[in-house]
Nanobody, 124 residues
Framework: QVELVESGGGLVQAGGSLRLSCVAR????????MGWFRQAPGKEREFVAS????????RYADSVKDRFTISRDNAKNTVLLQMNSLKPEDTAVYSC?????????????????WGQGTQVTVYK
């Protein structure tokens, strides 16, 4: 049984920063690529960033490129999302997910297990 637990969400003013953390329990973490997705009210879940299992390759949505950075620490079973220059349109529930294929795809359907999510709210 794999469990992903996110933390680090909160309320922040536009232009500010937050760092999200996702800890994996009950999994051989290095086998999985990890991704971050977000879902705003009334909208579909969308890809934010992913990192392949060894951490050598990352992928970002255009909307967050150059503002967000994904990283992982395989020794701590943790994936991080550093979010800078936040905008009100970044407001959403952010969830981490694990992908057994290991390459870090961008479609939610390619991911095999999910965390519960953490709320990020950015105000003007």
């Amino acid at each position: 049984q794999v469990e992903l637990v996110e933390s680090g969400g909160g309320l922040v003013q536009a232009g500010g920063s937050l760092r999200l953390s996702c800890v994996a329990r009950g999994a051989t973490f290095i086998r999985y690529a990890m991704g971050w997705f977000r879902q705003a009210p009334g909208k579909e879940r969308e890809f934010v960033a992913s990192i392949e299992k060894n951490g050598d390759s990352t992928r970002y949505a255009d909307s967050v490129k150059d503002r967000f950075t994904i990283s992982r620490d395989n020794a701590k079973n943790t994936v991080l999302l550093q979010m800078n220059s936040l905008k009100p349109e970044d407001t959403a529930v952010y969830s981490c997910a694990g992908e057994c294929g290991g390459s870090g795809k961008s479609r939610p359907i390619d991911y095999d297990f999910w965390g519960q999510g953490t709320q990020v709210t950015v105000y003007k």
